[in-house]
């Protein structure tokens, strides 16, 4: 019992000395995901496969900087004509990799993780989303959009290194 203690002491102490501390200055590759901070509405359409037609697809999101720090915490909630999405996501740049990262999860208890990168304003991830022991690889991009919002679009795998667009959505800044 006593080691518990003082390894709950420790740890207390170290969080304590952090608290007062300002964020560290982000690296132009962090200060880029500000692009993504702000709230946000969402329309566009969806559809499940390619036989499926386009349906109507709404929603908003809220992004801002995690504790103030280098990562971009994102929840998003959407509605198309068969359920209402609740997501949770983590952006960050991983910079011994090079590259930025993105982890998810929603209310169906999915699970999505993508790499990505940006050039020209444009940021495309590759990944995959896992949900019921199957995994789908999925690639995103968003694109500047009028009126400083943007647009995404989510394309999944459709065999023999064919790309399906299942959704198109544009984020217009909610003042």
């Known amino acids: 019992m006593t080691k518990w203690v003082a390894v709950v002491a420790c740890v207390g102490l ?15 590759e962090v200060s880029q995901l500000g692009w993504y901070v702000g709230k946000w509405s969402a329309a566009g359409e969806s559809r499940g496969s390619a036989e499926e037609a386009y349906s109507e697809v709404s ?16 929840r998003e909630t ?7 999405s609740t997501s ?9 990799r090079k590259l930025y990262t993105v982890y998810g999860t929603d209310n169906t ?24 022991g199957q ?3 999925m690639k995103y991009s ?4 009028p009126g400083g919002g943007r647009t995404m679009d989510v394309e999944i ?19």
């Not at 170290?14 to 132009?28: D, F, H, I, L, N």
């Not at 959407?78 to 209402?84: E, F, S």
């Not at 968003?142 to 959009?145: G, L, R």
Request: contains cysteine; negative net charge.
């Open 14 to 28: 170290g969080a304590s000395s952090v608290q007062g501390q300002p964020a560290p200055a982000r690296s132009p």
């Open 59 to 74: 929603g908003e999101e809220t992004c801002e900087w995690f504790a103030g720090g280098p990562s971009v915490l994102c």
């Open 78 to 84: 959407t509605t198309d004509r068969n359920v209402t």
């Open 88 to 96: 949770l996501y983590i952006l960050a740049y991983d910079a011994a």
């Open 109 to 132: 208890g999915a699970i999505y993780s993508a790499t990505g990168t940006v050039a020209q304003g444009v940021w495309s991830w590759t990944g995959e989303a896992r949900a019921e």
């Open 135 to 137: 995994a789908m690889p």
């Open 142 to 145: 968003f694109h500047p959009s």
């Open 157 to 175: 795998a459709a065999g023999e290194g064919a790309w399906l667009r299942i959704l198109g959505l544009t984020y217009k800044p909610l003042n």
